[in-house]
């Protein structure tokens, strides 16, 4: 089993910044991908950011250049580093985990998501 910790959700004014971390523990054999996911009211669930093992990102272009997602290998620890915040990144943003856990068995596990809200 997996566990999904998320922390540094919150209220900003816009042009604020917020750090999201999301640690995960458990029978972790391998960390192979973490990312951030969000969902506003009445939208879909959509990719933020993500990260492999090695270091490759990837983006979403709604978020270029203002966030910056990094992890920590040895934490399994995933950061979301959020600048130049803007009422439209108000939304529940949820850490994801792929990897292989246990007895070699490969999940996909779900933070339960931590709110984040941008005020203009």
């Known amino acids: 089993q997996v566990q999904l910790v998320e922390s540094g959700g919150g209220l900003v004014q816009a042009g604020g910044s917020l750090r999201l971390s999301c640690s995960a523990s458990?029978?972790?054999?391998?960390?192979?991908?973490m990312g951030w996911y969000r969902q506003a009211p009445g939208n879909q669930r959509e990719l933020v950011a993500s990260?492999?093992?090695?270091?490759?990102?990837n983006v979403a272009e709604s978020v270029k250049g203002r966030f910056t997602i990094s992890r920590d290998n040895a934490k399994n620890t995933v950061y979301l580093q959020m600048n130049s915040l803007k009422p439209d990144d108000t939304a529940v943003y949820y850490c994801?985990?792929?990897?292989?856990?246990?007895?070699?068995?490969?999940?996909?596990?779900w933070g339960q998501g931590t709110m984040v809200t941008v005020s203009s």
């Open positions: 994801n985990f792929k990897g292989t856990v246990g007895i070699l068995s490969y999940r996909e596990v």
């Open positions: 458990g029978s972790i054999f391998s960390n192979d991908y």
């Open positions: 990260i492999t093992r090695s270091g490759s990102t």
